[in-house]
């Protein structure tokens, strides 16, 4: 998928001045990557978070277009306020042309496991993937077959189907796994303690 954004170059650095911008609903963001020197810009946050809504769980490119030039990126970090979740910061890498990058790449779970079927849940450890590939041949995501999964099992990097990429994450590293169904233990009831009301005095 790749979005298309309207960016303007910027000169502010002080943290009044990017307040400031963050407050008349622009995000300050910074475009670098090999063979390009690093390019402060801002961007219209209503028209980023229109786009950005769109991608969640899916790999994004981002068309920067600045001073008539075109920096065709990916998304790399972003930094969120603590408390309001907002987007204050973005950085936006360069991918060149012919180079191999690493990026992280939407896992997509298909099938019902055994596991789940005998009653067992699905723990999801990972969402994504760490690869380096070309630029042309970044899957838009990595399809992982659960289905044979029994109670007890997981699926790990090592068994994966072997792919033009390379994957960057250790090979046991769990991406899933199946747990059995937690069985309530019965309670016991808590014995009544009587007390006995203290006699008369006569």
Known sequence: ??????????????KSDLNKLRKDGFIPAIVYGPGTEPLKITLEKAEFMKLYKKSFNELVFYEI????????????????????????HIDFMVIPAHQLIDVDV????IGTPVGVKEGG????????????CLE???PQDIEVDVSNLGVG????????????????EHPETAL?????????????????TKTEA???EK
Do not use: C
């Open 121 to 132: 849940t699905m723990d999801i450890v990972h969402r994504t993937l760490h690869i380096q």
């Open 198 to 200: 203290p006699a008369e």
């Open 106 to 109: 939407p896992l997509k779970y």
């Open 176 to 192: 899933v796994t199946i747990h059995a169904k937690k069985v309530e233990q019965p309670t016991e009831p808590v014995a009544e």
């Open 153 to 168: 099992e997981a699926l790990h990097v090592s068994q994966l189907a072997v792919a033009k990429w390379k994957v960057k």
């Open 1 to 14: 998928m790749i979005f298309r954004l309207n960016a303007d170059q910027r000169k502010t650095e002080k």
């Open 65 to 88: 277009k600045l001073a008539g030039k075109e920096y065709h990126t990916l998304l790399k970090e972003r930094q969120i306020h603590p408390v309001s979740r907002e987007i204050l």
């Open 136 to 138: 042309e041949e970044i």
